[in-house]
């Protein structure tokens, strides 16, 4: 008898065959050309080449414009005014009205942004449907609209609002000056009460300038100290000329090298 004669090959339906398994498989990316493609390396290769570029785009920016730098953070300075980055201006804002600040601090600070950001928890759920056009889902739209609009206004309100002229005043770096304090100049300074809102290294504070470095000449400090500004009211100063003669010639010497 022959090798295989009279035998006879059963199938089982409960084991698929190899052909019937295959169709169960995705296809190869090669078989949708132009619409897909391997991630390694070529997909992922063209994101590392964008990410470089942005990368060293952000490396020059910083390095033409570092970042501005303000002076030491002065604990004592009550005046001094804070400011976020731009990101956070929004809740900077936010916490300028009535409804969200002083004895509703905690209204502003935690349950508003609480309640916005814990919204974006929701949104799958609020939202289930199979639709991607915005106008078949109203209520992601809606929300997104009134989230961003709300962003923009309060920022821009916020960029509008600050006085950014004292913000750079207080923000301004001055170079330490050693202080004669036994000089008759500072001596007149603090009988007139220059050092209470100047404070007590003429570094300024309490909304004041600083009266290092001002570039004045001593004529223009006596004629402030005398007449006052804007800021400032006439009046301060008790001395007399010689008094006014030597402070103004003591606050316009400083930092001068």
């Known amino acids: 008898m022959h090798r295989g004669k009279g035998m ?6 409960r084991v698929l065959a190899p052909e019937s398994r295959k169709t169960m498989l995705p296809k190869d990316y090669s078989e949708y050309p132009g619409k897909t493609e391997a991630f390694w390396p070529n997909f992922l290769l063209k994101e590392w080449m964008i990410g470089a570029v942005f990368l060293v785009g952000y490396l020059c920016l910083t390095v033409a414009h570092p970042a501005p730098l303000e002076r030491i953070a002065d604990p ?6 804070p400011l976020p ?10 916490l300028k009205y009535t409804f969200a600040s002083g004895p509703y601090t905690v209204i ?10 814990g919204g974006l928890l929701l949104a799958p759920f609020l939202d289930r449907g199979p639709e991607r ?3 078949k889902r109203p209520l992601a739209t809606g929300f997104m609209l009134l989230a961003l609009a709300s962003i923009v206004f ?5 960029v509008a609002t600050h006085d950014w002229a004292a913000a750079e005043r207080q923000g301004k770096i ?3 000056v050693d202080i004669d304090k036994t000089s008759d100049g500072y001596k007149i300074a603090s009988d007139n009460t220059c050092i209470t809102c100047h404070g007590e290294n003429l570094q300024g504070g309490a909304g004041a300038p600083s009266l290092i470095g001002t570039g004045l000449s001593a004529d223009e400090v ?9 800021k400032m009211p006439a009046g301060i100063f008790k001395g007399d000329a010689e008094q006014l003669k030597k402070l103004s010639e003591f606050i316009s010497g400083l930092g001068k090298k």
């Open 133 to 135: 056009r915005p106008m």
């Open 76 to 81: 004592t300075d009550t005046g001094y005014i």
């Open 8 to 13: 006879k090959f059963v199938g089982d339906s």
């Open 85 to 94: 980055d731009w990101y956070f201006l929004f809740l900077y804002q936010l």
């Open 174 to 176: 001055v170079a330490k």
């Open 222 to 230: 006596a004629k402030i100290a005398k007449n006052g500004t804007t």
């Open 154 to 158: 309060l920022t821009w309100q916020s």
């Open 108 to 117: 502003g600070a935690m349950i508003i942004p609480g309640l916005a950001f």
